[in-house]
């Protein structure tokens, strides 16, 4: 089957720390795995995505590569800041059905 | 571009009562759209997902229902809510090949 395993939160940094959330994942086929952020009392934004094993994705100074050797796709800042603060979560869609698959979540809180 | 509505932003209703929440997508056609929650501090739980109107897949038996009148509509509703229905229900949207799903603010609702 499906599914996705993130590491278990609360994280908190001092800012300028390197952030690293590790994530992997079972699925058949071959997937395309994203990371969705959450700021309080907002809605899931797209963060990154990567669609084939190898890609890295990346956007505002976070990163995730595709592993497929090792199915995993950790997410990576080398200097967080405060406004980083906010709920992370890995996904996976197996492009075989209409379905996505999420990761159960990881708070990240940056301390100036 | 694409934008994804929902409404109301916050609703507090007693147990008994009905429920209706909207969500709405501009800019796309023939979209996928699904129903999550999330009660407070936890991951996010499919309820319903469509690929066209008229069209409802539910994930989870529960005493809520989902409707699609129309192509960019999709409304979540409930006879007589439940305490335990309480959360933060977010819509979503896909293209109809379902590769990136992209959520809508929120509505977050409590049961009293």
């Known amino acids: 089957g499906n599914s996705v395993t993130q590491m278990e939160g609360p994280v908190t940094l001092s800012e300028e720390a390197f952030l690293t959330i590790n994530c992997t994942y079972t699925?058949?086929?071959?997937?395309?795995l994203f990371w969705y952020v959450q700021y309080p009392g907002e809605g899931l934004q797209l963060l990154l995505k990567?669609?084939?094993?190898?890609d890295k994705g990346s956007n505002k100074g976070f990163e995730a590569t595709y592993r497929k050797e090792t199915t995993s796709f950790h997410l990576e800042k080398g200097s967080v800041q405060v406004s980083d603060s906010a709920v992370y979560f890995c996904?996976?869609?197996?492009?075989?059905?209409?379905?996505?698959?999420f990761g159960t979540g990881t708070s990240l809180t940056v301390i100036p | 571009s694409q934008t994804i509505h929902q409404w109301p932003a916050t609703l507090v209703q007693p147990v008994g009562s009905p429920l209706s929440l909207e969500c709405t997508v501009e800019?796309?056609?023939?979209?996928?759209l699904y129903w999550y929650r999330q009660a407070a501090g936890r991951g996010l739980q499919l309820l319903f997902y469509?690929?066209?109107?008229?069209?409802i897949s539910s994930e989870v038996p529960q005493n809520l229902s989902a409707s699609r009148p129309q192509d960019r509509q999709f409304i979540l509703s409930s006879k007589k809510l439940l305490l335990s229905d309480s959360g933060f229900y977010l819509c979503?949207?896909?293209?109809?090949?379902?590769?990136?799903?992209?959520f809508g603010p929120g509505t977050r609702l409590l049961v009293l």
């Open positions: 979503a949207w896909s293209g109809s090949m379902g590769e990136t799903q992209y």
């Open positions: 699925a058949t086929g071959y997937p395309s």
């Open positions: 990567a669609t084939k094993a190898d």
């Open positions: 996904a996976l869609n197996s492009n075989t059905g209409n379905q996505f698959y």
């Open positions: 800019g796309t056609s023939n979209p996928n």
């Open positions: 469509s690929v066209g109107i008229g069209q």
